[in-house]
């Protein structure tokens, strides 16, 4: 695969009230992952992509080959797209073979049973399963069952795979396997990768690149690591577990909602002006100075217990200092944050 096999697409969807309007790059030998919350519209894309829906507006193309054009009416059909598809239910025919199951693609293609099949073998192998080739997907485990169906995606040789919260139903070490499975994959083939994902490991350990859909728009995209160490969507901050507040500044500090007072330190825009702050929950301070705020929930954290306060703060607690405090829902607490642990940039228009 080449620069020739970049994934481009622009599509708008119209559903009703909803309207998907997004844009999306995936290069060979690369993995993009889509996240965002439910009916954000991140199924919708990849059906575009993969031709099983034809949008109002826009174009995919994988090079200059245009699969979809809207302007145009041009739609090739799926099976001639060079586009696979990998989603959290494996979908292999329950009546073949691992081998057969993987060899269908090549034959669907053109290619002769005998090749297919030789093929299929090397893709078994490439898999870990080169010993269950015989075994019917009713005798294979489920982490089993998707790697057939990883190996049957790709060995068409797509110049595009399309990646639906595969690893959803999946134990914790079976989907860490898998995920290493898919990198090396991809990698190995050079095959543009699009990933839907819900899980914030799929991200971290798999993408080259992030985009954020919110609502049926990219509200952020870019590296994984910078995104998510610093996020400019409310969505996104959730997902990382960082703060974000919106408000407007005064006297170098943000004032936001519920009383919550940020300091921004020397670099602090204008007073008046409307801006955003983003500081993890371990850096929020709960004291005698700072903000008055009130718990609203607790909860198990990862290395102690998470409060919740009002504005949406959370808060990450030792178990010892959450011992020492009435974390009661409603029981008042002053939070604080030192500057140096902001980032504060200017506030998207409302």
């Given at each position: 695969?080449?620069?020739?096999?970049?994934?481009?697409?622009?599509?708008?969807?119209?559903?009703?009230?909803?309207?998907?309007?997004?844009?999306?790059?995936?290069?060979?030998?690369?993995?993009?992952?889509?996240?965002?919350?439910?009916?954000?519209?991140?199924?919708?894309?990849?059906?575009?992509?993969?031709?099983?829906?034809?949008?109002?507006?826009?174009?995919?193309?994988?090079?200059?080959?245009?699969?979809?054009?809207?302007?145009?009416?041009?739609?090739?059909?799926?099976?001639?797209?060079?586009?696979?598809?990998?989603?959290?239910?494996?979908?292999?025919?329950p009546h073949l073979s691992a081998l057969e199951n993987v060899a269908f693609g090549p034959r669907s293609s053109g290619t002769s049973a005998r090749d297919a099949r030789r093929a299929a073998?090397?893709?078994?192998?490439?898999?870990?399963?080169?010993?269950?080739?015989?075994?019917?997907?009713?005798?294979?485990?489920?982490?089993?069952?998707?790697?057939?169906?990883?190996?049957?995606?790709?060995?068409?040789?797509?110049?595009?795979?399309?990646?639906?919260?595969?690893f959803a139903q999946l134990d914790v070490r079976t989907a860490a396997e898998l995920r290493d499975l898919v990198r090396e994959q991809v990698r190995r083939t050079g095959t543009a990768a699009?990933?839907?994902?819900?899980?914030?490991?799929?991200?971290?350990?798999?993408?080259?690149?992030?985009?954020?859909?919110?609502?049926?728009?990219?509200?952020?995209?870019?590296?994984v690591l910078a995104v998510l160490t610093d996020p400019a969507h409310p969505f996104t901050a959730a997902l990382a577990g960082v703060n974000l507040v919106v408000g407007t500044m005064s006297?170098?500090?943000?004032?936001?909602?519920?009383?919550?007072?940020?300091?921004?330190?020397?670099?602090?825009?204008?007073?008046?002006?409307?801006?955003?702050?983003?500081?993890?929950?371990?850096?929020?301070?709960?004291?005698?100075?700072?903000?008055?705020?009130?718990?609203?929930?607790?909860?198990?954290?990862?290395?102690?217990?998470?409060?919740?306060?009002?504005?949406?703060?959370?808060?990450?607690?030792?178990?010892?200092?959450?011992?020492?405090?009435?974390?009661?829902?409603?029981?008042?607490?002053?939070?604080?944050?030192?500057?140096?642990?902001?980032?504060?940039?200017?506030?998207?228009?409302?």
């Amino acid at each position: 695969m080449t620069a020739e096999s970049t994934l481009h697409a622009r599509v708008v969807v119209r559903r009703g009230a909803f309207v998907l309007d997004a844009e999306i790059e995936a290069r060979p030998g690369r993995i993009v992952a889509v996240v965002g919350p439910n009916g954000a519209g991140k199924s919708t894309l990849l059906d575009a992509i993969a031709g099983l829906l034809m949008p109002d507006e826009g174009r995919v193309a994988i090079g200059d080959r245009v699969l979809t054009d809207a302007a145009t009416g041009r739609r090739v059909r799926p099976e001639h797209r060079s586009v696979g598809l990998l989603g959290q239910d494996p979908l292999v025919f329950p009546h073949l073979s691992a081998l057969e199951n993987v060899a269908f693609g090549p034959r669907s293609s053109g290619t002769s049973a005998r090749d297919a099949r030789r093929a299929a073998a090397t893709w078994l192998e490439a898999v870990g399963l080169a010993d269950l080739a015989d075994r019917r997907p009713d005798a294979l485990s489920g982490g089993q069952r998707q790697r057939v169906a990883l190996a049957r995606a790709l060995a068409p040789r797509p110049a595009v795979v399309l990646l639906d919260e595969p690893f959803a139903q999946l134990d914790v070490r079976t989907a860490a396997e898998l995920r290493d499975l898919v990198r090396e994959q991809v990698r190995r083939t050079g095959t543009a990768a699009v990933l839907v994902t819900h899980d914030l490991v799929d991200a971290l350990t798999l993408a080259d690149h992030v985009v954020v859909l919110h609502d049926g728009r990219v509200v952020e995209e870019g590296d994984v690591l910078a995104v998510l160490t610093d996020p400019a969507h409310p969505f996104t901050a959730a997902l990382a577990g960082v703060n974000l507040v919106v408000g407007t500044m005064s006297d170098g500090a943000l004032v936001g909602p519920g009383g919550v007072v940020v300091p921004c330190g020397p670099d602090a825009p204008p007073p008046g002006s409307r801006a955003q702050v983003t500081f993890a929950p371990a850096a929020v301070r709960v004291g005698a100075a700072g903000w008055e705020t009130r718990v609203v929930d607790v909860e198990n954290g990862a290395t102690g217990v998470r409060v919740r306060t009002t504005a949406d703060v959370v808060v990450d607690l030792a178990p010892a200092a959450a011992a020492a405090l009435d974390l009661r829902v409603g029981s008042p607490l002053r939070l604080a944050v030192d500057p140096g642990d902001v980032r504060v940039r200017p506030a998207p228009p409302a």
